[in-house]
């Protein structure tokens, strides 16, 4: 039985009519989806506008507290005074470097590191400078780093340091002494009394055996050094000249 078709009517020609409403109809939607388009520009617009107002002019984001860390010889509140961070600036706008220079000033502070922390903390992180040795002025003991800086005067003496006498506290002598005391071997520094220096090349090192070794300058100190224990141990002489380690001599 042969299949069946189904039966359509004439097929009606598209009028004029029918295509201007179809060309009407494209271009209302033409015209929704540039609505659209401009309506989340503006929308992302005014989120970025919005962003930027938060991160740089609102109080949101602004400096409201200090946190200071690594500190032990200078206090937060000395830290604080120093430091002068301003409170209500933006954290995006604040200065940091003046920050950081400000507190650098203090003697113990050997560095210093100043940034924020969202939404409005300031952290300073302070690095303190570390003694080599005491220097005796007087009754008063002063904190010498390994760069010839004085940072802290006391009256108590540390004996894990060693002790040092100079009659002036010149950068480059101070610095000198501090380049022979942190060369010193063990069995030296064991038996050191003190370190006395009256100019950069003339510095003596006094043990407790009462030997001496005359050092001479700072120069070839590590060599100097292993020359001294050497000698040191030849117990019959008292007094050692290393300045030339080459050509040392004992009496």
Do not use: C
């Not at 740089?56 to 500190?71: T, W």
């Not at 040795?133 to 940072?151: C, I, M, N």
């Not at 220096?197 to 043990?207: C, E, Y």
């Amino acid at each position: 039985m042969p299949s069946s078709v189904p039966k359509t009517g004439p097929v009606r020609p598209a009028t004029p009519t029918d295509v201007s409403a179809a060309i009407a109809e494209r271009r209302r939607r033409e015209r929704r989806r540039h609505l659209g388009l401009v309506g989340g520009g503006a929308a992302l617009v005014l989120l970025l506008a919005l962003a930027l107002w938060l991160v740089s002019f609102s109080p949101v984001f602004a400096s409201k507290q200090v946190r200071v860390e690594g500190n032990k010889l200078v206090s937060t509140d000395q830290v604080l005074a120093a430091a002068q961070v301003p409170m209500g600036v933006p954290l995006s706008k604040l200065k940091t470097g003046p920050i950081g220079q400000r507190v650098a000033v203090l003697p113990p502070v050997g560095g210093v590191r100043v940034h924020t922390k969202w939404p409005s903390t300031v952290v300073i992180e302070v690095t303190e400078r570390v003694a080599v040795y005491q220097r005796l002025e007087g009754t008063t003991y002063e904190s010498v780093d390994a760069a010839g800086v004085v940072f802290v005067q006391g009256a108590k003496r540390n004996k894990s340091l060693p002790l040092v006498r100079t009659p002036s506290v010149e950068n480059r002598l101070l610095a000198d002494v501090a380049t022979v005391v942190t060369n010193l071997t063990p069995k030296l520094v064991k038996k050191l009394d003190a370190v006395e220096a009256s100019g950069p090349d003339d510095i003596t090192v006094k043990l407790t055996t009462g030997q001496q070794v005359l050092w001479g300058s700072a120069a070839d100190s590590a060599t100097k050094a292993q020359v001294a224990e050497a000698l040191v141990a030849r117990e019959k002489f008292t007094v050692f000249n290393v300045a030339s380690p080459a050509n040392p001599t004992a009496r």
